[in-house]
């Protein structure tokens, strides 16, 4: 079917965003005049044009556009933003077809975009590949349907299911359970989200630096929780290369690209914490530990999908890996070397 065809297209495009666009989603466009592609664009960065706009722009005949029909994932925007509304660019060019991947979440678009498009005349098609259009965008859905960020968990565990030997801060050499491919992937991961997150004692025990550094891409927002302030403040998450939020119930003063959020301990954090993210507009959330973080998250169903390694060693003792027990499913496992990555989601994301 041309349609689908033209869409799939608009989805390749749309993943050139992956980690600049937040909050923003990924959004591919397409245009095609007489069977022919005379247009191509995707929203390449939060706060610069939409794919509709860079799909326009990159028309060498505009003359054309007037019997072509413009393809893209995403309904178009109806609101002022930061940009002005690509639904009205729509119409002023004269573009007498759109066909659209999925409809806006967001409430300031929700159908205006396509309505605009209608009572200008316009013909427009809306559901091509919808579920896969959906999926590609399922961070920004999450973030503006629950209020919270996008959660995705990660770990590398024995294959007897331990996460490391039982370590203190004399002792504190972790067993590497990762190797230099899935190291990769893990900084890719990175890569793709707003904010990582650690507990108080993979902080304490690791000194971790939480940034991107084995791919290409901006470091995520550092989070950590350390209820009582005891993290030394000589630890990396410290050195004011990256914004770190530090969960505390202890009063701090701020310094360096470091904020300290007040949390009362005595009510469930995860919806404080996630709260606080939704507000500060950060989508995305990578936890990397430890076993008593990430188990707080599956315990609480506060999650999405997980990334967890199985590497072909056995520790017969140690900390006890985090054990998924919600409805979520395993889509699918990679291997690397003798490492297996399973990968676990949502079934409302096939």
């Not at 639904?87 to 929700?110: N, S, T």
């Not at 396509?114 to 809306?126: C, F, P, Y």
């Not at 959020?261 to 430890?290: C, I, M, N």
């Not at 496992?333 to 676990?344: M, S």
Request: hydrophobic share 40%.
């Amino acid at each position: 079917m041309e349609d689908e065809k033209y869409m799939r297209r608009c989805l390749q495009l749309a993943r050139n965003g992956l980690c600049r666009t937040a909050p923003n989603p990924m959004v591919g466009a397409v245009i095609v005049c007489d069977g022919r592609i005379i247009g191509e664009g995707y929203h390449a960065r939060c706060g610069q044009a939409h794919a509709e706009v860079n799909a326009i722009r990159s028309v060498k005949e505009p003359d054309l556009l007037k019997r072509s029909t413009l393809y893209v994932s995403l309904e178009p925007c109806s609101h002022y933003g930061k940009t002005p509304p690509c639904a009205d660019l729509i119409v002023e060019k004269g573009i007498p077809r759109i066909v659209v991947g999925c409809q806006d979440p967001f409430a300031k678009v929700a159908g205006r975009g396509i309505g605009k498009l209608r009572d200008a005349g316009r013909e427009v098609v809306v559901g091509v590949l919808e579920k896969e259009c959906r999926r590609l965008i399922r961070r920004f859905i999450t973030f503006h349907t629950w209020k919270r960020p996008y959660v995705t968990l990660k770990w590398a565990e024995s294959a007897d299911g331990f996460l490391d030997k039982t370590r203190t801060r004399t002792d504190s050499v972790p067993v590497r359970l990762s190797n230099d491919w899935t190291q990769m992937l893990v900084h890719k991961k990175r890569a793709e989200h707003s904010a990582i997150l650690v507990g108080t004692r993979t902080a304490l025990l690791d000194n971790p630096r939480l940034d991107v550094r084995c791919w290409q891409g901006p470091s995520p927002v550092r989070i950590v929780i350390d209820r009582q302030g005891t993290l030394p403040a000589a630890g990396h998450l410290f050195d004011g290369s990256a914004l770190t939020l530090v969960f505390t119930e202890t009063q701090r003063e701020a310094r360096s690209n470091v904020e300290y959020v007040h949390a009362d301990f005595s009510q469930p954090l995860l919806p404080q914490l996630l709260g606080e993210l939704h507000a500060r507009q950060l989508q995305s959330l990578l936890v990397e530990g430890g076993a008593a973080t990430l188990q707080s998250f599956l315990d609480a169903g506060a999650w999405d999908e997980a990334f967890v390694e199985e590497a072909p060693v056995r520790l017969a003792e140690g900390v006890q890996a985090p054990r998924i027990s919600q409805k979520k499913i395993c889509l699918k496992e990679q291997h690397f070397g003798r490492t297996i990555r399973h990968y676990w989601a949502d079934e409302t994301w096939l």
